[in-house]
Nanobody, 124 residues
């Protein structure tokens, strides 16, 4: 059974930093890429970042480029999202997800397994 468990969310002031973790189990994750999405109240789930398990290929949505960095620890089957220079508009529930072998990297439809989400709140 595939399981993704996020942690690391919380409340931070504008300009602060958080590191999210996503621990994966139940799959040979070295064969799959991973994504990060977020969903703010009343809004659709939006793409944040994508990374191959080798860590060699990453993509970011424009609004987080230069501030967020995703990485992997293959030995721990864990993916990270380091978030710096946080802004109030980054406030959302953040999810990690495991990539399908088809579908858009930037669409939730391109992912088949999801974590439970972790709340990130940035105060102004």
């Amino acid at each position: 059974q595939v399981q993704l468990v996020e942690s690391g969310g919380g409340l931070v002031q504008t300009g602060g930093s958080l590191r999210l973790s996503c621990a994966a189990s139940g799959r040979t994750f070295s064969s799959y890429a991973m994504g990060w999405f977020r969903q703010a109240p009343g809004k659709e789930r939006e793409f944040v970042a994508h990374i191959s398990w080798s860590g060699g290929v990453t993509y970011y949505t424009d609004s987080v480029k230069g501030r967020f960095t995703t990485s992997t620890d293959n030995a721990k089957n864990t993916v990270y999202l380091q978030m710096n220079s946080l802004k109030p508009e980054d406030t959302a529930v953040y999810y990690c997800a495991s990539r399908r072998t088809y579908g858009s990297i930037r669409s939730p439809d391109g992912y088949d397994y999801w974590g439970q989400g972790t709340q990130v709140t940035v105060s102004s």
